[in-house]
């Protein structure tokens, strides 16, 4: 009876101890948006990193709207994120050290093959316009998921209804939104919301990387893919360590070098090839693309 | 439905060829979860036995505001130890957020309260008369307290293992104060998330089954030990 008791409670104070006392490695924290995750990029990278700098890279998967507040708050290092307005932002309010874009990749309205709103062939904005006129008529054939969770994607879903002339509450007050199917809000990552959109025969607005990867999974196609408003930037920003002192600054520069240095930049841009057969990303080291 | 055999398939699976990144997982769940299961038990026995033999003012209320604790969504919870340890936040000079020393703390608020509240509950299933008749042999306030524990272990237990489960089945702390960070903060439910958002329903459902495993093994394990020990 006592050394049982004895023996339980040195398990019981090795346990609490081994967790106690996991030493705190030394680590660079980052916040990136659901698609760069779900892709497997960051997977691929963070090895590659970890080796070269010697430091333990800590991914979190948020949204986009989720890692700049997590920057805001200092409690990440830096974002790696794909909303180029709230980005802008983010620098200009002093969170954020410098905007660098590093890679692209294009939006696309992926939907059910017979195409039920007959959008094929229209510029992004026109095909979101005969969504809403067509979808208020028929909202049970014409069904859109959004996002719906202040991502980069949902960002981007905004934009094109604001090109399409329309303001965002004007959207989600129509009777196609009203309706019990018609325009959903899924509020949640790129994946799931493409199974939705699957199960549901819905239209949505994805990044073509996680359209590929998730490929395997889903009887939707690529409807509308071409277009100015359907380019999708990812840009890294250190978080600013004027702000937060008690940010690792230094590692976060590295990382921003890591992410644009030619090497680097290289396995980007062949990332995906071995499994989808294109590239999922093009690389474009710090600069604009297209400019 | 064919997912679901599917699932049951690759949990066999991930079981019998002890997929290494399953073990550290299930380790690391075991490790966090049961950190915060002792330390909570390490207050709430003595607190728990302390209130039952206390009177006091506003008992009552004390034991309504611990059993309402029960109720805490474990989201509010990571939110509220979140914000608390935020940079921004008042106890952010520790740097602590995204630790598994942080989700213990998130796991301890959530538990604490049902631990101590059927701590007490437990107790005051004990026969008075017992506690009367060790007092008139001369028994002392810890040797009355030990005496109730005793006692009422089955349902003390019963307390504890509530607790240890509910801090190994709950995701909300774990995502939001532990970040779920691969080979660092992610424990089994966190693992069985991140498989769902990616799609790969078969492997959400296996951790789920493997979680479930882990809960029978720990629950034979403490119901051999509770029914070895002498009267």
New interface residues.
């Given amino acids: 009876m006592k050394t049982r008791v004895i023996v339980l409670a040195v398990i019981a104070i090795a346990v609490i101890v081994s967790v106690i006392a996991t030493p705190r490695v030394p680590a660079l924290k980052i916040a990136t948006t659901s698609s760069l995750y779900d892709t497997g990029l960051w997977a691929h990278l963070e090895p590659l990193f970890e080796e070269q700098h010697g430091v333990k890279l800590h991914v979190f998967r948020v949204g986009t709207g989720i890692a700049l507040d997590h920057g805001k708050r200092g409690d990440v290092d830096a974002v790696v994120i794909h909303d180029r307005t709230r980005e802008e932002e983010f620098v200009a309010g002093g969170y954020g050290v410098e905007r660098v874009p590093f890679a692209y990749n294009y939006f696309m309205i992926v939907g059910p093959e017979d195409d039920p709103a007959g959008i094929a062939g229209l510029k992004p904005e026109d095909a979101f316009r005969k969504l809403l006129e067509d979808g208020a008529q028929d909202p049970d054939r014409i069904v859109f998921i959004s996002r719906g969770d202040d991502s980069g994607t949902h960002a981007k879903e905004k934009a094109i209804w604001q090109a399409a002339g329309f303001a965002y509450h004007e959207v989600q007050e129509s009777s196609w939104s009203k309706a019990r199917d018609g325009y959903v809000k899924a509020a949640r990552g790129m994946g799931p919301t493409l199974l939705m959109a699957n199960e549901k025969g819905a239209y949505t607005l994805t990044d073509n990387g996680t359209f590929l990867a998730y490929k395997g999974n889903l009887e939707l196609v690529p409807i509308v893919e071409t277009g100015a408003m359907l380019l999708n930037e990812y840009s890294v920003i250190a978080v600013n360590p004027d702000r937060h002192p008690g940010t690792n600054a230094e590692m976060a520069g590295n990382l921003v070098e890591f992410l644009t240095s030619p090497d680097i930049q290289d396995i980007i841009g062949s990332y995906g090839v071995d499994e989808y057969g294109v590239p999922l990303f093009s690389p474009c080291a710090g600069a604009e693309p297209g400019e | 439905m064919t997912e679901i055999w599917q699932g049951l398939i690759r949990a066999v699976q991930l079981l019998v060829s002890f997929d290494a990144e399953v073990v550290e997982i299930a380790a690391r769940t075991l490790?966090?979860a049961?950190?915060s299961s002792?330390?909570a038990a390490i207050i709430s026995l003595p607190l728990g036995t302390l209130i039952h033999f206390r009177q006091f003012r506003g008992k009552g209320a004390l034991i309504n505001i611990v059993q309402t604790l029960y109720f805490l969504p474990t989201v509010i919870v990571g939110l509220f130890v979140f914000v608390l340890l935020?940079?921004?936040?008042p106890l952010?000079?520790l740097?602590?957020?995204?630790?598994?020393?942080a989700m213990?703390v998130g796991q301890m608020v959530l538990i604490t309260p049902i631990m101590l509240g059927m701590t007490i509950s437990a107790l005051s299933g004990v026969r008075k008369e017992l506690l009367e008749t060790a007092t008139s042999l001369g028994a002392s306030g810890s040797q009355l307290g030990l005496l109730v524990l005793r006692e009422a272990r089955y349902a003390v237990l019963a307390a504890l293992l509530l607790g240890f489960g509910r801090a190994l089945s709950e995701l909300g702390v774990a995502m939001m104060v532990g970040?779920?960070?691969?080979g660092?903060t992610r424990m089994m439910t966190g693992a069985i998330w991140?498989a769902?958002?990616?799609?790969d329903l078969e492997l959400a459902l296996a951790l789920g089954i493997i979680l479930l495993f882990l809960a029978l093994v720990i629950s034979i394990v403490l119901n051999r030990?509770q029914q070895r020990?002498?009267q």
């Fill in positions: 490790r966090i049961g950190t002792l330390l935020s940079r921004a936040g952010g000079e740097g602590i957020l995204f630790t598994p020393q213990v970040g779920n960070i691969d660092y991140l769902t958002q990616r799609g030990l020990r002498p």
